[in-house]
């Protein structure tokens, strides 16, 4: 949930800067993707390491995980953001 809350953050703050700050399908899938991607990084050399096997096998064993926690990340922050609306990163510029 950290690593949710600061990737986020960071996401938002790239998002800022661009010139079309309109949060598309193609962003979210990029947003959705990116996490699951820092969590293999991450996690992966963890788990080999903590149930002493190699990355082959931990990979193997979080494969549920990584095709589950992109979908999962997508519906919720599109869902949040139909809940409670858009953040400022992702608002069109006042002209």
Known sequence: MTWSFIY????ERWESRQPSRIRTVKRRIAH?????LTL????IPLIAWWMNI???QAFLLDAALIIFIPCYTFAFNWLFDRTFGLPT???PDPV
């Open 8 to 11: 986020t953050t960071l996401f």
């Open 40 to 43: 293999i990084v991450f996690l």
């Open 54 to 56: 190699s990355l082959v």
């Open 89 to 91: 990163s992702a608002l």
């Open 32 to 36: 959705a993707v990116g996490f699951q």
